[in-house]
Structures are given as structure tokens and as C-alpha cells.
């Protein structure tokens, strides 16, 4: 009856604001509850109205969603950490490279663990690919990795991809190990560390230079010249002028002249040949 259903959607739009992302996983939450049902004997749908009225969700979608996660099998909310780390979506093949035994995991893991979460909604498959089915549901995942715990977790991914990148090739592979790499920065221990992932933001920004896609050249060259320390020009001198003279000719190509001002500036200022200039 039309007055029986309009409680109803009166009480879930009271709850949700009609945030569409958040009606779906509330009325998900009424069926895992038993709060909302269909009735075979009667052939209609069933709810506890003084129920659902009486149920309390955070005012945070993020955090509906992170206790939704938390009910899957540990194995599946590793997995989707783990694919959170990496962005929006994954493709199997990188999925199935980090898809290890990890700090935040000690039992069995599969990449069939994340169909759980395809069959609460939370994941899709498309193509070969992992998809998360909102911004907000990586979001949630994400947060559920502990602050002090994510940058090493990214530095596993990355060294883990990185391991399977054939030597002095750079492909699709690389760009992602590369860029969880950076995002364990914080937990680089040995200078060594430092120089090498430095040199690696070199190949990926000269990489995508060459693929004239100027922007992502820009990111990694950046990155590589914010990971020195000190007196860099007189320890690493090489090091440092290929970087800033590949990351002047990014801003140049992307029309951010004042950048390309600054950093020619700092090239001229401590290039040692008439050429560096």
C-alpha cells in the first residue's frame, strides 16, 4: 500500500539525505538485518517500520562503508586494501602480483577472496579488471589501513611490481610501481634508497615525455627533485640537472611559464658548463 511505502521511504530518506550511494547500502544493511524481507507466504515485500525507524547509521557515508567492509572475511578486506592502494580499479595481472602475505595479513590470500565484495556490490568486474563501484567505497577502504601502516603497505605494492618489470623496460607495470613507491617516501631508511627511486622517477618522466604526456612527466620529475636533501648539486650533480632540465621542458610543454622561470633559474645558478645551461 502507497501509504505504508511512503513511511518507509520518508524514514530512509530522513537517514540518507538521499544520497544515492548511501540509500543503496542502507536498504543493503535492512536486508542483511532482516529488517527488510520478501515475503513468500503473503508475495509482497516486509518491513519493520518502528525497526528501521529505531536503527542508527553515522552521518559519515565513509563510515557506513568502512563497517560494511569490515564485515567481509579478512581475506577479502585485504584484498581490497590492498586494491585501494592502487587506485579506482586494478587489472588482474597486477592484482595477482600483490596479492601476497602481508603486515596486515597473516592467513591465505586469493584473488577470488575479493568476490565476496562483488556480491555485496562493493566491487565490479570489468573486463579483467577490479573496480571499486564508487569513489567513496576506495575511500573507505583505504581508510581502514592504519595512517602509520600505508606507506609501507605502498612500498611493498611498488617493490613487488617493480620485481616484475623486465630490465630497462619501461611500460604501464613500471609507472604504477613507481608511483607506489612515492608514496612510501617517508619510509626510505638508506640514501641509496633515496637515488634509486630518484633515478626512477628520471626513466618514468623522460618515458612519458616521449609519450608526450607532459603532465605525468611533470609529477615524477617533481617527485625526484623533491627527494633531495641537502647540497645536492655538488653530491649529485648529474643527477640533479637531468632532472630539473627534464622537469623545465615539461612545465614548458603544459604552458606553466613562471615555473619554467623559476626552475631555469636555479638551472643557471648552479650549472657548471655553458651546455647545462
Known amino acids: 500500500p502507497q501509504d ?48 528501521i525507524d529505531a536503527k542508527v547509521i553515522p552521518d559519515d557515508v565513509g563510515m557506513l562503508l568502512s563497517g560494511k567492509i569490515l564485515q567481509l572475511p579478512q581475506g577479502c578486506q585485504y584484498g581490497m586494501k590492498l586494491l585501494a592502494c592502487i587506485g579506482m580499479k586494478c587489472e588482474a595481472s597486477i592484482l595477482k602480483l600483490i596479492m601476497i602475505k602481508g603486515k596486515g595479513f597473516k592467513g591465505s590470500v586469493d584473488e577470488k577472496e575479493l568476490d565476496f565484495a562483488i556480491d555485496e556490490g562493493l566491487l565490479k568486474k570489468e573486463g579483467t579488471n577490479h573496480v571499486f563501484a564508487h569513489n567513496q567505497i576506495q575511500q573507505a577502504a583505504y581508510s581502514l589501513i592504519p595512517e602509520d601502516e600505508r606507506g609501507c603497505l605502498h612500498r611493498q605494492i611498488g617493490h613487488l611490481l617493480l620485481k616484475n618489470v623486465p630490465e630497462n623496460k619501461v611500460n604501464d607495470l613500471f609507472f604504477t610501481a613507481v608511483s607506489q613507491l612515492n608514496q612510501g617516501i617517508n619510509h626510505l631508511e638508506k640514501d641509496d634508497e633515496r637515488l634509486h627511486l630518484q633515478n626512477l622517477n628520471l626513466r618514468a618522466g623522460e618515458k612519458a615525455m616521449s609519450l608526450a604526456d607532459f ?12 627527494m633531495f636533501l641537502g647540497n645536492h648539486w655538488e653530491e649529485y650533480y648529474d643527477l640533479s640537472i637531468q632532472l630539473y632540465s627534464a622537469y623545465a621542458e615539461a612545465e614548458y610543454s603544459i604552458c606553466n611559464f613562471k615555473e619554467v622561470g623559476r626552475v631555469t633559474g636555479i638551472i643557471i645558478q648552479h650549472a657548471k658548463s655553458f651546455q647545462d645551461k
Open 4 to 51: 505504508l511505502t511512503k513511511c518507509l521511504s520518508d524514514i530512509v530518506y530522513q537517514k540518507t539525505s538521499g544520497n544515492a550511494l548511501l540509500v543503496t547500502q542502507f536498504l543493503q544493511s535492512l536486508w542483511d538485518e532482516d529488517l527488510l524481507f520478501f515475503s513468500l507466504e503473503t508475495k509482497t515485500w516486509m518491513w519493520d517500520l518502528n525497526a
Open 215 to 226: 603532465s605525468i612527466a611533470s609529477s615524477y620529475l617533481k617527485a625526484g627533485i623533491d
